[in-house]
């Protein structure tokens, strides 16, 4: 298991940025971040959670869904244990509590975002988009 912590929410005006960060700790023995995917998922008021992007392991490929692709970016930096998410042009439909969580694998070139793959979860972070 590895500890999940997001940072970096809070309130921003329509058409503002934010960079999320979740930094992992606590790696089992033998194990280390660039062993791990990392995804993003947001649970928006009275909706299911959902994932939007995720990053390979080592040679950060990356994976985005829908309209949040190319105002969102992820990215990585493997020696500070931290993947980032940059948002631009935010929008109130994107007032969300956003989690990061990861999975092992093998496969580097590539990552899902299959939620049921993702094993550490991090606690969240408010994403509120309001004037």
């Known amino acids: 298991q590895v500890q999940l912590v997001e940072?970096?929410?809070g309130?921003?005006?329509p058409g503002g940025s934010l960079r999320l960060s979740c930094a992992a700790s606590g790696f089992s023995s033998g194990l280390r971040m660039d062993y791990y995917a990392i995804g993003w998922?947001?649970?928006a008021p009275g909706k299911e959670?959902?994932?939007f992007s995720c990053i390979s392991t080592n040679d950060g490929r990356t994976s985005y869904v829908d309209s949040r692709k190319g105002r969102f970016t992820i990215s990585r930096d493997n020696a500070?244990?931290?993947?980032?998410l940059q948002m631009n042009m935010l929008q109130p439909e994107d007032t969300a509590v956003y989690y990061c969580a990861s999975y092992i694998t093998t496969?580097?070139?590539t990552c899902v975002m299959n939620e049921n793959w993702?094993?550490?979860w991090g606690q969240g972070t408010q994403?509120?988009?309001s004037l």
């Open 41 to 43: 998922f947001r649970q």
């Open 49 to 51: 959670r959902d994932g």
């Open 107 to 109: 496969v580097h070139n």
């Open 118 to 120: 993702y094993a550490d």
């Open 80 to 84: 500070e244990n931290t993947v980032y």
């Open 11 to 13: 309130l921003v005006q």
């Open 7 to 9: 940072s970096g929410g």
């Open 127 to 129: 994403v509120t988009v």
